[in-house]
């Protein structure tokens, strides 16, 4: 999938909310203790950090805070530096061969995984700024479906959140997502409806699998709600919940990032 365009779309809606929002020290309350130039920064910085990774080959970790900003000591972003930050990573995506061995946190060490990441770092922090302004956010279900696959795809590889997972207690716990959009809607790869199930391993690893299943705990909404869910940015009582809702009450506050 080409997410180029996803990512010029969300960060453009991203730039005019920044601008709707006026006064960027206005608090984001999905991400406590956040302003909306704190959130602006956070996304423009990510994406100076991915130029910075591919352009240089990197293939050790890095921390986004260690890439220059080009701004000033102390200042915050704004809507024309997330522009053009972003339009320096797409140019950067187009003109890098995916196969590229680079540095990711995922489980994919080659350039293609930066597309969809930053994709996806887009719509959660597009929503965000939304919610911080009042608006109901809309993510197209099969926007919805591939970034549930992608949060699956990379959450075992996300140690500072198995870490956590470990000290749970729920080895062997399983929680079932149920996507209500029509199936067409909300397509995943081989055609399957959008349905996933996430069983809780040993030492806080994680595996899922796609298709229809009876888990510990099922969740049932549109695809949108469910990835917001998994992101921290929807409660559980917005969505359908049969059986163990404390399993999966602690299970999202713990996986969430």
């Known amino acids: 999938m080409n997410y180029e365009p996803q990512i010029e779309q969300e960060t453009e809606r991203l730039a005019e909310l920044a601008e709707l929002a006026g006064d960027l020290s206005a608090p984001v309350p999905s991400c406590p203790g956040w302003t909306m130039a704190e959130l602006v920064t956070h996304v423009g910085q990510t994406h100076r950090w991915a130029v910075h990774v591919l352009r240089e080959r990197v293939q050790e970790r890095i921390w986004s805070r260690q890439v220059p900003s080009g701004l000033p000591e102390g200042r915050d ?7 053009a930050g972003a339009a320096e990573l797409v140019r950067t995506l187009r003109e890098t061969d995916p196969d590229l061995p680079v540095w990711t946190w995922g489980p994919d060490r080659r350039a293609a995984w930066w597309p969809r990441r930053m994709a996806y770092e887009l719509v959660v922090h ?28 990379n959450l075992p590889s996300a140690v500072w959140v198995t870490r956590r997972l470990a000290e749970l207690g729920v080895e062997g716990a399983t929680i079932h997502l149920h996507a209500t959009d029509p199936a067409d809607a909300a397509p995943v790869p081989g055609g399957v409806r959008g349905e996933w199930t996430i069983t809780q391993g040993p030492e806080g690893r994680v595996e899922w699998t796609r298709g229809h299943a009876k888990g510990d705990v099922g969740v049932r909404g ?5 990835l917001l869910l998994l992101y921290g940015r929807r409660s559980p009582d917005a969505l359908t919940v049969h059986g163990d809702s404390d399993l999966l009450t ?3 506050t713990t996986a969430a990032f």
């Open 126 to 153: 597009r929503v965000d700024a939304e919610l911080a302004l009042g608006i109901d956010p809309v993510v197209p279900a099969a926007t919805a479906a591939d970034g549930i696959e992608e949060f699956l795809h």
């Open 250 to 252: 602690r299970w999202l």
């Open 222 to 226: 549109p695809a949108a709600d469910l």
């Open 77 to 83: 972003g704004d809507a024309g530096w997330l522009r």
